[in-house]
């Protein structure tokens, strides 16, 4: 390697910022005490020099990694078919890169995956996890505790351990459902079938208490468990047109068990919304709005629930870094939803 193509040095930046070396390091690797003019220096000297700080180093002095795990509790094949996880990642992604942490993603193919995640995380390559679609027997919980990795959840977490409360981002997934059957019952609808999403997670739990909220004297028959894919709400569909071929109205745990169940209306020769009205939940637009007809849903940011997963995530880290008091973040976030009117309902 060439001088003019040499990696710039810490000791290249202190001698252009006029520094002596324990101060550039010391600016680079985000250490205090220095005065605020030599910190400008150092800073423009990395920017001319180009200087990329080494990692291993820069850890030895934070005692970070700036690496973030994201875990997702489901297969690759359902993680990339489903536009619900590139949401979340998109805004986990984006705010950890404002941060300059990297976003490592694990995700789990079957209960031996478990132990390997568990294993990387009690490694020390992280500096903490972001983990969501959590199942309610799933162990991951007790392995990333046992690993000793600050955590913050997506979902309303569904174990209870005796151990203080998990950091939590959630939406109103109860109250969301709600508005939805109301809008039906609003509609004129009174034979309102649910297709629920599986019912080891707490997001379909909660769906599900929220139809019953309002349908309290529902017929057991009108509810099907699916699994949150088109597949499964073709499967739940024809089930409850056999069971209950006067149903008038539909609410499904999401946005993608509706385009399933929208297909087989319109394979049965049920007019939507005239014969039978939709509603889905989530509004992802790439779905939502090329179903025929257009989905009417409830809204939840989930762009937004991944950047505050992120968020509070890195808040705790700077508190264990600077030793102070953890009481001003919050221990559970839960965004509200909103109706979304299109054709189907």
Same mark, same amino acid.
Request: glycine share 10%.
């Given at each position: 390697?060439?001088?003019?193509t ?70 690759e ?87 203080p ?9 109860r ?7 109301r ?13 629920? #999403?599986? !019912? ?6 909660? %769906? &599900? =208490? ?5 349908? +309290? $004297? @529902? *017929? ?23 069971r ?27 007019r ?33 629930? #991944?950047r !505050? ?6 808040r %705790? &880290? =700077?508190?264990?870094t600077?030793?102070? +008091? $953890? @009481? *001003? ?5 839960v965004?509200?939803?909103t ?7």
């Amino acid at each position: 390697m060439t001088e003019t193509t040499a990696r710039p040095t810490l000791e290249a930046v202190a001698a252009r910022a006029g520094v002596s070396r324990a101060t550039a390091s010391r600016v680079v690797n985000g250490g205090d005490g220095v005065r605020e003019p030599l910190v400008e220096r150092v800073r423009r000297a990395v920017d001319e020099l180009g200087y990329v700080p080494n990692q291993a180093a820069r850890s030895l002095v934070t005692k970070r990694h700036d690496a973030i795990a994201v875990v997702i509790a489901e297969p690759e094949t359902r993680v990339f078919a489903d536009p619900f996880f590139a949401l979340q990642l998109r805004g986990i992604s984006k705010e950890l890169t404002v941060h300059d942490s990297q976003l490592v993603l694990l995700l789990t193919e079957g209960r031996d995956d478990h132990a390997r995640v568990g294993r990387y995380l009690a490694g020390g390559h992280v500096d903490g996890a972001l983990v969501f679609s959590l199942h309610l027997d799933d162990p991951l919980p007790g392995l990333i505790q046992g690993a000793g990795v600050p955590t913050v959840f997506g979902g309303r977490p569904g174990w209870s351990d005796g151990t203080p409360g998990p950091v939590y981002v959630d939406s109103d997934n109860r109250g969301g459902a709600r508005e939805a059957v109301r809008h039906l019952v609003g509609l004129g609808r009174t034979r309102i079938a649910h297709i629920a #999403g599986a !019912l080891d997670q707490t997001s379909a739990v909660d %769906r &599900l =208490d929220g139809f019953r909220d309002v349908m +309290a $004297d @529902a *017929d057991p028959r009108m509810v099907v468990e699916s699994d949150f894919t088109p597949a499964g709400g073709e499967r739940a569909m024809r089930e409850l047109l056999d069971r209950c071929p006067d149903l008038d109205g539909v609410f499904a745990a999401n946005d993608l068990t509706a385009a399933g169940a929208l297909r087989v209306l319109r394979e049965r020769g049920r007019r939507v919304p005239e014969d039978v009205a939709v509603i889905g939940f989530d509004d992802m637009l790439p779905v939502a709005e090329q179903t025929d007809p257009p989905l009417t849903t409830i809204r939840q940011d989930i762009e937004e629930m #991944g950047r !505050l997963m992120a968020r509070l995530l890195l808040r %705790r &880290l =700077d508190r264990s870094t600077t030793g102070r +008091a $953890d @009481a *001003d973040t919050p221990a559970a976030v839960v965004l509200p939803t909103t109706l979304v009117r299109r054709a189907s309902a």
